[in-house]
């Protein structure tokens, strides 16, 4: 990839691919930027992934902000952004007329349900490279499964940001 007419191809196509909300964009990024064209290595990858967390704003498009700015600045952040969400623009305004006359066609459910199970995938998929990303050995991979289990178990009596700020803590007591 040598050109911003690339990175704005990668992104749109990344923009088509994102069926299911922004966690499924992660794994197309990381094919279209680390695996596919080696701008971005998995580390920095996830550093990215980390801000694009933790500021405001789908995190999608705040991806896609961040990694167009690191590989072409201003422009390549304008660019991606423009690309990854100009899909769903395109498919809402053409669509959304059409989906309501199928929405009881048993074909077009069967459809949904087998497209929400390609994107279960993809998010697994990312957790799993995130996470190979992230964990370094045994504290981490401890650290991040104690997280979990309090999500699963708390059943939304702990807020997720506790956890998150508690698991800060615990790494720059332990780190």
């Known amino acids: 990839m040598h050109s911003l007419l690339d990175l704005f191809i990668s992104f749109l196509i990344i923009g088509v691919g994102a069926y299911g909300g922004g966690l499924v964009t992660v794994p197309l990024i990381q094919h279209e930027i680390v695996v596919r064209y080696k701008l971005l290595t998995l580390r920095e990858m996830s550093e990215l992934l980390a801000i694009a967390q933790m500021t405001p704003g789908p995190i999608s498009i705040n991806t896609a902000t961040f990694t167009g700015y690191r590989l072409a600045g201003i422009t390549g952040s304008i660019l991606t952004t423009i690309a990854v969400v100009l899909p769903s623009i395109v498919f809402l305004t053409l669509l959304t007329p059409i989906i309501a006359q199928f929405r009881e066609n048993r074909q077009f459910y069967r459809l949904n349900k087998s497209l929400q199970l ?21 504290l981490d991979f401890g650290i991040a499964v104690t997280a979990f289990l309090l999500l699963i178990i708390s059943e939304r009596r702990i807020h997720p940001i506790i ?13």
């Open 118 to 138: 390609g994107v279960l995938s993809l998010i697994i998929f990312a957790v799993w490279s995130f996470g190979s990303a992230v964990i370094e050995g045994y």
């Open 163 to 175: 956890i998150v700020l508690a698991c800060g803590v615990i790494g720059l007591i332990l780190f």
